[in-house]
Nanobody, 124 residues
Framework: QVQLVESGGGLVQAGGSLRLSCVVSGRTFSNYAMGWFRQAPGKEREFVAAISSFGGNTYYTDSVKGRFTVSRTNSKNTAYLQMSSLKPEDTAVYYC?????????????????WGQGTQVTVSS
């Protein structure tokens, strides 16, 4: 069984930064592409960023390009989402997810395993 645990969320002022971490246990971490998604109240879960299994490819939704950076350290079984220049519209619960497809993909249904989520709140 694969388990994902996110951390690093919190309350930050607009323009600030946060780094989310996602630790994966249970299977070989380098077998999985990793994705980050978010869900704001009353909205559907949406794609934020993804990184391929060995980190060679990344993919971002347009609204976070240039502000967010996805990365991973396979030796630590951990994926990261560095968020800078945060805006109030970035407020959401952020989820990490693992996909056996290997590539950096945005499709929610390609991800098999999910974390419990971490709240990010950006005040104006």
């Amino acid at each position: 069984q694969v388990q994902l645990v996110e951390s690093g969320g919190g309350l930050v002022q607009a323009g600030g930064s946060l780094r989310l971490s996602c630790v994966v246990s249970g299977r070989t971490f380098s077998n999985y592409a990793m994705g980050w998604f978010r869900q704001a109240p009353g909205k559907e879960r949406e794609f934020v960023a993804a990184i391929s299994s060995f980190g060679g490819n990344t993919y971002y939704t347009d609204s976070v390009k240039g502000r967010f950076t996805v990365s991973r350290t396979n030796s630590k079984n951990t994926a990261y989402l560095q968020m800078s220049s945060l805006k109030p519209e970035d407020t959401a619960v952020y989820y990490c997810a693992a996909s056996l497809y290997g590539g950096a993909v945005a499709t929610l249904t390609r991800y098999t395993y999910w974390g419990q989520g971490t709240q990010v709140t950006v005040s104006s």
